[in-house]
């Protein structure tokens, strides 16, 4: 089965500065998705970013982007230019692909953006 | 265009009791999840459903059903309430199960 680590419970980044968040995970696939989630206090969860394990470069999205080490198994998440709305829990995703496949998330990261 | 759409918003419910969850999908999706998030926990799979059938099923007792209506809306029950079904309950919706959009969820207590 998949697991999805997030070794990092909490984090803080001031406003403006940059900050990294870890994930790590275990599959014997050799093709998968993998994402970011953001989920604020109104619990709603957000798509942050999208990786697809088949293409070596990295996704980008405005200020989000990530480092995506296939053979390490690694997915970190980097915030440029944090602001005090990217203060949230994000979690860390995996999927395989085809139809009826389910999200494995990992346990998530606290982050908190001071001023 | 409306997102996904969960009720109702919170619900307090006593052990022995069952409770009955409703979500919406995104407009032009047609699998709905369902994920049960326990404080402070990442999300964890329950089940999928599609054209009105459970496609995949995770880890969780057969307390736990649902279904799916023409319209694609659905419904998660789960009876006998135990403590530790207190939780967030979190709906998402997907088209081809490629993206997931996730609804705001329904937090159940159980007492």
């Known amino acids: 089965a998949q697991t999805v680590t997030q070794s990092q419970p909490e984090m803080s980044v001031q406003e403006a500065e940059t900050v990294t968040l870890s994930c790590t995970y275990d599959?014997?696939?050799?093709?998968?998705?993998l994402f970011w989630y953001k989920q604020p206090p109104s619990r709603q969860m957000i798509l942050v970013i999208r990786?697809?394990?088949?293409?070596?470069q990295n996704a980008t999205e405005n200020r989000f982007s990530v480092n995506f080490q296939k053979a390490a198994k690694s997915f970190s998440l980097k915030i440029s230019d944090s602001q005090l709305g990217d203060a949230a829990m994000y979690f860390c995703?995996?999927?395989?692909?085809?139809?009826?496949?389910?999200?494995?998330f990992g346990p998530g990261t606290r982050l908190s953006v001071l001023p | 265009d409306a997102g996904v759409t969960q009720s109702p918003t919170h619900l307090i419910k006593t052990r022995g009791q069952q409770v009955t969850l409703r979500c919406s999908p995104k407009?032009?999706?047609?699998?709905v999840s369902w994920y049960q998030q326990a404080l402070g926990q990442g999300p964890q799979f329950i089940f999928q459903?599609?054209?009105?059938?459970?496609?995949q099923r995770g880890n969780f007792p057969d307390r736990f059903s649902g279904h799916q209506f023409p319209n694609y809306s659905s419904e998660l029950n789960v009876n006998a309430l135990l403590l530790g079904d207190s939780a967030l309950y979190l709906c998402?919706?997907?088209?081809?199960?490629?993206?997931?959009?996730f609804g705001p969820g329904t937090r159940l207590t159980v007492t």
């Open positions: 599959t014997s696939e050799s093709d998968y998705y």
């Open positions: 995703a995996y999927r395989r692909p085809g139809l009826g496949q389910n999200f494995v």
């Open positions: 459903y599609y054209e009105e059938e459970e496609r």
């Open positions: 998402a919706s997907s088209l081809l199960a490629l993206e997931q959009y």
């Open positions: 407009s032009g999706h047609d699998t």
């Open positions: 990786q697809e394990a088949y293409k070596q």
